[in-house]
C-alpha cells in the first residue's frame, strides 16, 4: 500500500503536467483526476509515514506527501488563473 501512494502521487503529476495540453472540458476532467491523486497521497502518505517502520519507506512517503501537496497547490493556482475571468 505505501508504494501504491507514491506510485499515485506520481501519476498526479503527470497528469497535472497533461491538464494544460488540452482544452477546457478535458482539462477539467484532468486536473480533477490529479485532485483526486493528489488527495490520496496526501492522505496515504501521512497515515502510512505515522505507521511505517522502515525509514526508506518513511521517506518515501514523506516524497510522496510533498509532491502530493505541490500538485495541489499548482491546481489551485491553475485554477484560479485559468478559470476565473479577469
Known sequence: MNRA???L???GVVVYM???SYGALVGSILGSIA???AIFS???GII??????????KAQLLAATVISCLVFLG???SVI???VPA
Open 42 to 44: 496526501i492522505y496515504g
Open 81 to 83: 488563473f485559468l478559470l
Open 5 to 7: 501512494v507514491f506510485i
Open 35 to 37: 485532485g483526486v491523486c
Open 48 to 57: 502510512g509515514r505515522s505507521q511505517a517502520e522502515s525509514e526508506v519507506m
Open 9 to 11: 502521487s506520481i501519476i
Open 75 to 77: 491546481l489551485t493556482l
Open 18 to 20: 497533461f491538464h494544460f
